[in-house]
């Protein structure tokens, strides 16, 4: 359950996509960014765009601060491991989608590389089970409150006919049927 946790932790989205990094990865599968993105590369015609892309400077920024504000310690990990030239990062990383981390455990061939991949698969469907899960209780709230709003109106038609019943009986009492204040004679 731990890995688990951990690998959800180093899944994100972008461009409308669960990815993780090739970061993330090389720390999982226990070897150097460098070496998988070798091996990436030297197999390059089993990754097309929709199972891996590089992220653009934004993309990266945006990623990098969203890690750094999160209390998690992951964001230590994050910063330590980017590598820096003169001008920032020496390269973008590149992202993988859940068809992307498949194939990897075609091109790494690690004892270590095949049971985390394993586990990754089996994050990224708890991923999805919990997400359809919650937009079924979302479905269920939003029937909920449809529920609620028409008892809110029906409720005010209620309230609206006893004012109205009230202002009739006031207005069926005759002023002499009234009684009196103030002084006698």
């Known amino acids: 359950m731990e890995i688990i946790r951990s690998i959800q932790n180093r899944i994100f989205e972008i461009r409308g996509e669960r990815v993780m990094l090739d970061r993330d990865l090389a720390a999982l599968y226990e070897t150097e960014t460098k070496s998988l993105n070798l091996a990436v590369k030297r197999n390059l015609k089993r990754f097309p765009k929709d199972f891996m892309f590089q992220l653009t400077k934004e993309e990266y920024e945006s990623l990098r601060l969203q890690i750094e504000t999160s209390k998690t310690g992951d964001s230590l990990r994050f910063q330590s491991e980017t590598s820096k030239g003169r001008g920032g990062t020496r390269y973008l990383p590149y992202a993988f989608t859940e068809q992307g981390v ?22 990224f469907i708890e991923i999805r089970r919990l997400s ?54």
């Open 102 to 123: 498949a194939m990897l455990s075609g091109v790494l061939n690690s004892e270590r590389a095949i049971n985390m991949n394993i586990a990754i698969m089996r994050t």
């Open 132 to 185: 359809l899960h919650q937009m079924d209780l979302r479905s269920h709230l939003k029937s909920i409150v449809d529920h609620l709003g028409e008892h809110d109106i029906q409720l005010n038609q209620i309230y609206d006919a006893m004012e109205n019943l009230l202002d009739d009986k006031v207005a069926q009492k005759k002023w002499e049927d009234r009684e009196r204040i103030g002084f006698r004679k």
